[in-house]
């Protein structure tokens, strides 16, 4: 299983962007998507998640001007981020809770995975 991050760059505040994570492997089904976030010297943090279920959280900093959606069809999550401050400027990185075909027919098995990251940078 991979994840494919895509949508990072360079944005005036005040501007917006749209992140997307797209699963791929031998996935049988994706439980939570999330996006996480970690600026320079800073821990990573949780952004925003989403359940299979479309059932949303997000961190205060987040609340109001980000939006987690997902289409399961595609196995993909986004983001889309609006009101950009120079304080969202991180490497984004989305998450996912993937039940897996193993080898075995008929046999499956849960993990986390993480997508390579992707910058974004806010600055005027």
């Known amino acids: 299983v991979q994840l494919q991050a895509s949508g990072g760059g360079l944005v005036q505040p005040g501007g917006s962007l749209r992140l997307s994570c797209v699963a791929s492997?031998?996935?049988?089904?994706?439980?939570?998507m999330g996006w996480y976030r970690q600026a320079p010297g800073k821990q990573r943090e949780l952004v925003a998640v989403?359940?299979?279920?479309?059932?949303?959280n997000y961190a205060d900093s987040a609340k109001g001007r980000f939006t987690i959606s997902r289409d399961n069809a595609k196995n993909t999550v986004y983001l889309q981020m609006n009101s950009l401050k120079p304080e969202d400027t991180a490497v984004y990185y989305c998450?996912?809770?993937?039940?897996?075909?193993?080898?075995?027919?008929?046999?499956?098995?849960?993990?986390?995975?993480w997508g390579q990251g992707t910058q974004v940078t806010v600055s005027s």
């Open positions: 998450n996912a809770d993937v039940r897996y075909r193993t080898v075995i027919a008929g046999f499956t098995k849960r993990d986390n995975y």
């Open positions: 492997g031998e996935i049988h089904s994706i439980n939570d």
């Open positions: 989403i359940s299979n279920g479309g059932n949303t």
